[in-house]
């Protein structure tokens, strides 16, 4: 039995775990087979987390965090969970490997999967030309002419990490203006590889074995043109990772667990989200690792609340014998 | 890093189109954060159907060649040959039962 288990390994997961484990609530970390670290382990340079005044590289980054997470004792599992349960006083948490690890309280904090694109060969031809990933996929597409769909900061930042291989790169968006940031947005523009084809929406990707072009339409006048690329990196955003707890925990309109004002706590008591899946808005590496932060805290204090003949006799002990917070 | 065998351009019909058994080909490289989350699975994989499977590593940087005959544009890669054929692709970092998933008929 634990006091907490954390599932995710982004930055709210792995802030909450440093708060949790500095707290002595000796967190266990559900960090997910193959996807550790989440999101930011398929980025470069990170420019805008504070602290690093020359940016630093996203898996570096998530690797400090694991470590900072690790120095204070938190219990790290490569595993995926495939079965939560969260109703009552004991939230029980089954993984991939078939094991069963119970908690009084859980931190969900499981961010968000990428958005796809919902065409006709889309799932054909992943991975043979059709891309969500610049950083590992890039490589393949030196000297090809290749297309980037999307209009935000990930858009942008993957058309620009692209140029370093392709010689060309077409930026589709289906507006005329780029919800990027500005920094980003000036960064595409001055950069002589990268064309912008403006409301434009893709709607066919054509190709055998690998990727031979696309179809789009036009959103204004409804023409449809096809442009010959050997790749498409798609970037149009991410929807928050539920499925774990469809039908337990209540989702706002927008998908997004449902939170109490700007505390962490959810519809189920025990039960707290942090980082990308309660957040349809600002979703950066800091944003969320206060979010991690806020769910850390706040499980502390419903921890400290509990009555200590309500919890089971190991918890009491393991709390009694626990150092005090380093 | 993964435990499993690197092959290269050079060695490439030797150990594994020539070759009489089952052999997964580990398109990867140092850059690829999902290459090496997948990899120790692939060991897993490996150990646990030594019988059944072999499990060769292709670094892409270093043997351009290969990775470009058999079309790479994404990796983690894992083609699966038999008598110098591929008969199965996998791409993408999975998790385990995934993967066994993907592989069953090659593990029975």
């Given at each position: 039995m634990r006091q907490v288990i954390i599932i995710g390994s982004g930055p709210a997961g792995y802030t909450a775990a440093i708060y949790a484990a500095r707290a002595s609530l000796s967190p266990v970390l559900i960090a997910s087979s193959v996807e550790a670290?989440?999101?930011?382990?398929?980025?470069?340079?990170?420019?805008?987390?504070?602290?690093f005044a020359e940016g630093i590289q996203g898996p570096e980054l998530m690797i400090a965090m694991q470590a900072q997470a690790e120095r204070f004792g938190t219990e790290i599992i490569l595993d995926d969970v495939v079965k939560l349960e969260l109703e009552g006083d004991i939230k029980r948490v089954t993984l991939g490997n078939g094991d069963v690890h119970e908690a009084l309280t859980v931190i969900f904090a499981t961010g968000s999967a990428y958005r796809k694109l919902g065409l006709e060969d889309e799932e054909r031809l992943s991975g043979h030309g059709i891309s969500w990933c610049a950083t590992c996929d890039g490589f393949f597409f030196r000297q090809k002419t290749i297309a980037v769909v999307g209009g935000g900061d990930s858009a942008m930042e993957e058309a620009t990490f692209l140029t370093r291989f392709a010689d060309k790169v077409y930026l589709i968006h289906r507006k005329d203006t780029l919800r990027a940031s500005k920094a980003m947005q000036e960064r595409a523009f001055s950069n002589p590889k990268i064309e912008f084809l403006w409301n434009k929406e893709v709607k066919h990707v054509y190709g055998d074995e690998l990727v031979t072009g696309i179809g789009m339409v036009d959103t204004q006048d409804g023409t449809e043109t096809t442009l010959d690329v050997s790749g498409l990196f798609v970037a149009i955003g991410a929807d928050p990772r539920t499925h774990l707890v469809h039908g337990q925990l209540d989702l706002n309109p927008d998908g997004t667990i449902a939170v109490e004002g700007r505390s962490s706590r959810t519809n189920i008591v025990g039960v707290f989200a942090a980082g990308d899946v309660i957040d349809p808005t600002y979703r950066q590496a800091v944003t969320a690792a206060g979010s991690g932060t806020v769910a850390a805290l706040d499980a502390e204090h419903y921890l400290a609340a509990l009555p200590k003949e309500a919890l089971p006799k190991e918890v009491v002990a393991q709390a009694d014998t626990q150092p005090a917070a380093v | 890093m993964s435990s499993a065998k690197d092959v290269t351009d050079a060695t490439f019909a030797d150990e594994v189109l020539n070759s009489k058994d089952t052999i997964m080909v580990d398109f990867w490289a140092e850059w690829c954060g999902p290459c090496r989350a997948v990899s120790p699975i692939l060991d897993q994989i490996a150990s646990e159907h030594s019988d059944k499977i072999k499990i060769v590593k292709l670094n892409v940087d270093d043997n351009p060649q290969m990775a470009m005959k058999y079309q790479i544009t994404s990796i983690p890669a894992m083609k699966v040959f038999r008598g110098g054929e591929v008969v199965k692709t996998v791409i993408g970092a999975k998790p385990k039962p995934a993967i066994e998933a993907d592989l069953a008929e090659f593990l029975v």
């Open positions: 670290g989440g999101e930011l382990m398929k980025t470069t340079e990170v420019e805008n987390y504070p602290g | -």
